[in-house]
Every structure is written in structure tokens, then in C-alpha cells.
């Protein structure tokens, strides 16, 4: 439903913009317009689409891995040159994902339905091998992606669609590289690995990132996880070795946290020890929508409701409450009933409650490898080598277990990493956001999507954020 939600919201927000004439260029790229399938996909509600089908298109011309390194385009009946493009990547766990069809249950399938242009791009991930090299470590599944955006752009006359309105879409770590290709547009960080790939050698940057539930700024994400969650019931029962851990990890996020320099709404900075303060506004926020929409929200979960508005602003605008001087707006003026306003929430036991529904990662939760002896994460992979080897990825971690950080490992952090970038003059950054985080995922912690959200509100880019209510991790 979300996702019809913005694509429908894009739709009707589209601006026609006209495409620059390019010389052609001798790269070794092949894209054949007269090569295609004619195929057709039915809704649910019954809707037919007809639509042409471009697939196995390589997208680099230095092919290291053939099972993941092409994409397929799926151009619906009617599209023209300015018809938006929607590239869903289904990348999860940094892991390798293969290009797809569209499908009619998901955000493909209704993309083709309004009308948009539709790219599904392989993806390399920690995961993808050939013979004994493993192919797709840091950061070349960022690279393969961005490759894909400039494939489009090298055969913008060929190809239907309008390349200066770029969607791109992803969940966890897809959520993640949408973030990635929002914040790096064009970046010369990446340029000499482009140009080693043989990707074409255009702009990347897009027009809207839409990012849910992004494991992101994994450097930090152990700080914050600890921070939110380390004075859990479930953290409190930790061994000793383990509470040490948490506590020493949530204490190095108040100087993390102070170093963004990010300010709320109001001009006030975002700091460790008001942070709690502002996630509870963001979850009242949450929970008074889903109310409003009829949900019903037991208090037993750290929640205060009142028939009276009090500090709390209804969502739906106040609709049948007394206006100044007796007045009403809408409707007569009558009473809520008791319970319709969400006037607080004991974040202790609401914390409680998100992991009663789902037990917390280990301590650490991402850059876990030999630190107490625990086992390697997905992200101990993911910047790992091409002999399919597992490494810490931040200073903290490697003193914990002994080992020290590379600087290509640093470098290769540095690169999966939106935070640094956005408000910089390193990249060309998205101009539209649509970021979502359920409000009881615990898969990285709120602080991680909601910096993101702050630091892209702080740069003037236009973001839609919010914690939906009680949504576990996904898309």
C-alpha cells in the first residue's frame, strides 16, 4: 500500500524535462530496440497491462559476473521519451539479487500500471561467486547499480523514458543502496571503478530515492543500536561480558550523534540526551495515525490516551473540535470519545514491546566478528575480500578482536556510507526522499533512518518520513 502510495504521489508530481543530445560513444555497449518480447501482466483488480520486454541487457562491458551483471526493461503500452522510470532493486542482506520480471503484487507491477518505465537490475552481493572469487563485495553492488543508471542514460533515444526522473526503490539493504545512489549522484569517489567496469561513462545521479527500512551508516549502527536498546529487559539480562559491551558502545554515540550537528524542525540541536524525547514524538505521531484510522492500540504497551487533546495535535486536523470562540470546523462541536488522543508513551516499556516481538541481534549487532567470540555477521562479508574472507569494518571492533582495519576496508566503509555525502559538494544529491522504518523493526535502530531523514532535511532536499505504525522490517 505504501509503495502504491508514492508512486502514485510521483505520478501526479512529474515535470517534463528534455534530454541533452549526446555524441555517440564506442564503449562496447549494445542495446537493439527491435529485440524484445511482447508480454502482459494482470492486476489484481483485473487490470491488463501490455507491455515490451528488453531483457539480459549487460549493462558494463567488462563482465565479471554474468549471472547478475545485466538488467530488464519493461516498457508499458503508451510510455514515451518523459515517462518516469522506476528501477527496483531487490537487494536484501547485501546479498546478490537477480533480475526479475514484474510482478502484479508488488511496486513493479503497479509502476508499469501508472505508466512508468520499469528497470530491474542484477545486483552483485556478498554472495555472488565465480569458480572460487567471490565477486560482489564492497562496493560492487553500489557499482553495478550505478553502472545500470548509466546504461540508461548512454541509450536514453533508444530506450522510452524519461532519464531525468529516476526512482529508484529498495528494502533493508536494498532500502540501503537506494539511499546509496540518492546521495553519491556522480561522485568522482567511484569514477576509476566505473571506468575499470567498463560501465558507460555518463551521470548517475537520480530524481527521488525511495528507502525502506535502510541498514545504513553501518559504522555507526552499533552505537545506536546499544544506545536505543541496551537498557532493555532483554539487554539487562545479558552475561556480563556482553552488558559491557552494550554499554560501552552506547556510550560512544553521544559523541557521534553531536558530531552531525543536526537540527530538529524547531532549530534545536538533536543531541544523545534529548533524542529519546524526539523518537517518542515521532512514535505518538505513528500511533495517533493508525487510531485515527481505526487501529486499536492497548496501553499495555506503554502507552497514554485522554478525550482531550492536551500537547497532542489530532492527526486528522481537529475535525469536530471546538475552534476559538465557541466556533467548529466541519461539524457541531462535540466531545471525543475517551481514548481517541495519544498523549504519551513510556518508552521504556515501549521498547519492551518491540522485543517481545522480535528477540534483538547479538552484541555487537553488525561488526560482530570475533568480538567476544561472536560469529561474523552479513556485514563482516559484505566488506570482506574476493577469497570470500570475513573482516571488521570499524576501529572499535578490530581492537576487540584483535586485528586492525585496512585502509581499503576503510576506504570500501567510506563508500557504502550515504552519510557521507549528503550536504556536501562530493556528489549531486537527490532532490525527493521517501523513507520508511516501521516502528517496530529492530533490525537497525531508529536513530540510523531518522539521522538519515534530518541530514537530508537539513540540506534542503524534500523528504517524507515516517515511522509506520507497528510494521516490522520490511517493504
Request: aromatic share 8%; with cysteine; net charge negative.
Amino acid at each position: 500500500m505504501m509503495k502504491k502510495m508514492i508512486l502514485t504521489a510521483m505520478t501526479a508530481s512529474m515535470i517534463a524535462a528534455c534530454n541533452t543530445e549526446k555524441k555517440p560513444a564506442d564503449d562496447g555497449l549494445v542495446f537493439d530496440a527491435s529485440v524484445k518480447t511482447q508480454a502482459e501482466l494482470t492486476m489484481p483488480d483485473g487490470a491488463v497491462i501490455k507491455y515490451d520486454a528488453y531483457e539480459k541487457l549487460y549493462y558494463v562491458k567488462n563482465v565479471e559476473d554474468s549471472t547478475y551483471q545485466y538488467m530488464n526493461i519493461y516498457v508499458p503500452e503508451g510510455a514515451t521519451e518523459q515517462s518516469p522510470i522506476f528501477l527496483r532493486e531487490y537487494v536484501g542482506g547485501y546479498m546478490a539479487a537477480e533480475a526479475r520480471q514484474p510482478q502484479a503484487e508488488d511496486a513493479t507491477g503497479r509502476a508499469l500500471q501508472e505508466g512508468y518505465v520499469v528497470v530491474i537490475p542484477g545486483v552483485r552481493g556478498r554472495n555472488s561467486v565465480q569458480g572460487d572469487v567471490y565477486t560482489g563485495r564492497a562496493p560492487k553492488g553500489l557499482l553495478d547499480l550505478k553502472a545500470a543508471i548509466r546504461y540508461l542514460r548512454r541509450f536514453d533515444k533508444e530506450i522510452p523514458g524519461n532519464t531525468e526522473r529516476i526512482i529508484t526503490d529498495g528494502t533493508s539493504a536494498g532500502g540501503a543502496m537506494s539511499a546509496l545512489l540518492g546521495a553519491t549522484g556522480n561522485s568522482k569517489e567511484y569514477g576509476e571503478l566505473l571506468k575499470a567496469m567498463g560501465a558507460a561513462d555518463e551521470r548517475d545521479d537520480i530524481f527521488c530515492a525511495v528507502c525502506f527500512c535502510p541498514i545504513t551508516d553501518l559504522e555507526h549502527a552499533d552505537m545506536a543500536y546499544e544506545w536505543l536498546y541496551g537498557e532493555t529487559d532483554s539487554r539487562r539480562a545479558d552475561a556480563k561480558s556482553k552488558r559491557a559491551l552494550t554499554k560501552e558502545l552506547a556510550a560512544k554515540f553521544h559523541a557521534y550523534q553531536a558530531s552531525l550537528g543536526l537540527k530538529k524542525a524547531d532549530g534545536t540541536l538533536l543531541t544523545a540526551d534529548n533524542y529519546l524525547d524526539y523518537i517518542k514524538t515521532l512514535i505518538i505521531q505513528s500511533a495517533q495515525e493508525a487510531k485515527d484510522a481505526g487501529a486499536d492500540i492497548p496501553d499495555s504497551i506503554g502507552f497514554t490516551f485522554s478525550n482531550e487533546a492536551g500537547g497532542q495535535a489530532p492527526i486528522n486536523g481537529g475535525v469536530g473540535m471546538p475552534v476559538g470562540g465557541g466556533h467548529t470546523m466541519g461539524m457541531a462541536a462535540s466531545r471525543k470519545s475517551v481514548g481517541e488522543y495519544v498523549t504519551d508513551v513510556d518508552m521504556k516499556k515501549y521498547l519492551n514491546y518491540i522485543v517481545s516481538t522480535q528477540p534483538l541481534k547479538s552484541v555487537p549487532a553488525f561488526d560482530s566478528y570475533n568480538v567476544d567470540g561472536a560469529a561474523a555477521s552479513g556485514e563482516n562479508g559484505e566488506f570482506g575480500d574476493a577469497q570470500g574472507s570475513n573482516v571488521n569494518f570499524t576501529e572499535w571492533a578490530a581492537a576487540k578482536a584483535g586485528t586492525a582495519i585496512t585502509d581499503d576496508i576503510r576506504q570500501n566503509a567510506y563508500l557504502l556510507n550515504p552519510m557521507n555525502f549528503i550536504g556536501t559538494d562530493k556528489a549531486k544529491v537527490a532532490p525527493h526522499w521517501y523513507i520508511r522504518h516501521g516502528a517496530r523493526d529492530r533490525d537497525t535502530a531508529f536513530p540510523i533512518p531518522v539521522n538519515l531523514a534530518l541530514k537530508l532535511q537539513n540540506s534542503g532536499k524534500d523528504v517524507n518520513f515516517k515511522l509506520p505504525w507497528n510494521r516490522p522490517h520490511s517493504g
